[in-house]
């Protein structure tokens, strides 16, 4: 018996004041995403849209949009705790890598009862569609933004496998329902997935595949981590969620999905599929993605729960529920990403920037030039190459904190000498880029200069001493002022 309940979730969510659920009939044609988007910017709570016009299924939308509900989704106190259990795994003197951990089957102890575990029944096929009886239309799929021509799942989970090996690839791509029996997937050229469909179409076999829609948190948590090639995320969420997720076989393909899903579709985007020709498709951060050629899936099976409820994760502007968690990813695997770069202390992307485009890195600064061997390395990252805009800090400046970012960059940077650029692979995502062949990225060097890297001595901060601070801070009730501002 699986052991999730998204209906007991949004129960405890009720109760927490975390969910609000809306009764009046509402149109999944940009006025659900509208409502969501203010829900969003306001950091307010998951949504559940009960009367959904022409369908018969619930939307859920903003699930995620909070550290609260992330926290209380995978059962801990605080998001400390999800990177406390990832840190486990990057202990010193540890002769395993991280990335080694995470392929196949994880192989120490305390990851083995982390694996999935495989269940003969779940309750996402309690209701089996077939054939003649799949319909798509009946899935209320959003439109979020009006340019857009598709109603698109924006919180699927792509599961497939590679051609001749078990190796399984998850991940998260919008899908766009194309008729009652289709759908495009919009991943990018670097995606898993492309690279699997590519060696499908050389051996001309037909690429099986399974959109999954809902199940526990941790599953479509897993799926948007930045991890790199050939991790398995099933055993990331297990990691997560801290047990193990359960998994069920398809009933037409050999491919285990979380057992717990709500909703899942089965096919294949067969070698001599045609492509389809995607319209813009909304993005987290406020923009659109430009038209594009899209691979289709002809899906033979629909699988659900007897009341299935369809999530979304609107797309929209800064606060918007991927953004929040693709920041909330990134800082968990902070400490991976550190395993692979020893001087990096600490990194923040901003939320305006949808967690995606710009970052702030603070390192332990020994040697000139190290800021641009730091940027490179980061650049290197699979999970990092499209951040287009990176601002290097020493240790002690807070990451998180646009003023103290902005002192350093105004206290250390000659523009002719600290801001470098790079070429590298595009970004199809990002809405500045001037070409989809070759992307530049930048870094700005705002650490102090060592002498190997400058004319003259980087001047010493003019801050007050510590004995005037504590004279000021014990007769600051006998100034007849309010409030102590905070000291720098």
């Known amino acids: 018996m699986s052991s999730y309940s998204l209906a007991d979730f949004l129960e405890e969510l009720g109760q927490a004041g975390e969910l609000v659920r809306i009764s009046p009939e509402v149109d999944p044609a940009l006025e ?18 009960g009367t959904v016009r022409g369908h018969s299924i619930p939307v859920l939308a903003n699930l995620l949009g909070s550290e609260a509900r992330i926290c209380r989704a995978l059962g801990v106190d605080c998001l400390a705790d999800v990177a406390v259990r990832i840190a486990e795994m990057t202990r010193p003197g540890d002769p395993e890598s991280w990335f080694e951990k995470l392929r196949a089957v994880p192989a120490r102890a305390e990851l083995k009862r982390l694996a999935p575990r495989t269940v003969r029944s779940g309750i996402c096929q309690q209701v089996v569609r077939l054939g003649g009886d799949v319909d798509l239309r009946q899935i209320p799929a959003l439109q979020s933004r009006p340019l857009e021509r598709d109603r698109v799942a924006t919180a699927a989970q792509i599961v497939s496998s590679a051609a001749g090996s078990p190796e399984k690839a998850i991940g998260r791509c919008d899908v766009c329902l194309v008729d009652r029996d289709r759908v495009a997937l919009a991943w990018l050229p670097h995606d898993d997935h492309a690279r699997l469909l590519a060696e499908y ?6 690429m099986p595949l399974a959109v999954v829609l809902g199940g ?17 995320r099933t055993a990331f969420a297990g990691l997560l969620r801290g047990k193990p997720l359960e998994t069920v076989r398809c009933r037409t393909l050999d491919l285990e999905i979380d057992a717990d899903a709500e909703i899942v579709l089965e096919g294949t985007i067969g070698p001599e599929e045609p492509l389809y020709d995607s319209g813009p498709l909304g993005l987290p951060g406020g923009f659109y993605r430009a038209p594009h050629s899209a691979p289709v899936m002809r899906v033979a099976a629909v699988t659900h729960r007897a009341n299935p409820i369809f999530p979304a994760m609107v797309p929209g502007y800064a606060g918007d529920e991927a953004s929040a968690v693709a920041g909330v990813l ?10 692979q ?19 702030v890195v603070a390192i332990r600064k020994d040697y ?48 002719e000498r600290d801001v470098f650029v790079q070429q590298g692979p595009p970004d199809l995502l990002d809405p500045a880029a001037a070409t989809a062949v070759i992307a530049s990225r930048m870094a700005i060097d705002a650490t102090a200069k060592l002498p190997a890297e400058s004319l003259r001595e980087t001047p010493a901060r003019a801050g007050m001493s510590e004995e005037i601070g504590r004279l000021v801070s014990s007769r600051w009730s006998q100034y007849g002022l309010r409030q102590a501002p905070p000291r720098k």
């Open 341 to 359: 770069i020893p001087e990096l202390v600490d990194y923040d992307f901003p939320l305006a920037a949808a967690s995606r485009y710009c970052g």
């Open 201 to 206: 179409a050389r051996r001309r076999e037909p």
């Open 216 to 232: 526990h948190p941790a599953a479509l948590l897993a799926a948007m981590a930045p991890l790199p090639p050939n991790a398995d």
């Open 368 to 415: 000139a030039g190290q800021g641009r061997k730091l940027a490179s390395a980061l650049w290197g990252m699979a999970s990092l190459m499209h951040v287009k805009l990176w601002v290097i800090v020493d240790d002690g400046v807070d990451v998180a904190d646009a003023a103290s970012v902005w002192s350093a960059v105004s206290a250390h940077v000659a523009p």
């Open 330 to 339: 990134h800082r968990w695997l902070l400490p991976l990403v550190r395993t």
């Open 32 to 49: 659900i995403a509208a409502v969501t988007e203010r829900v969003g910017l306001a950091s307010g709570p998951a949504l559940l849209f």
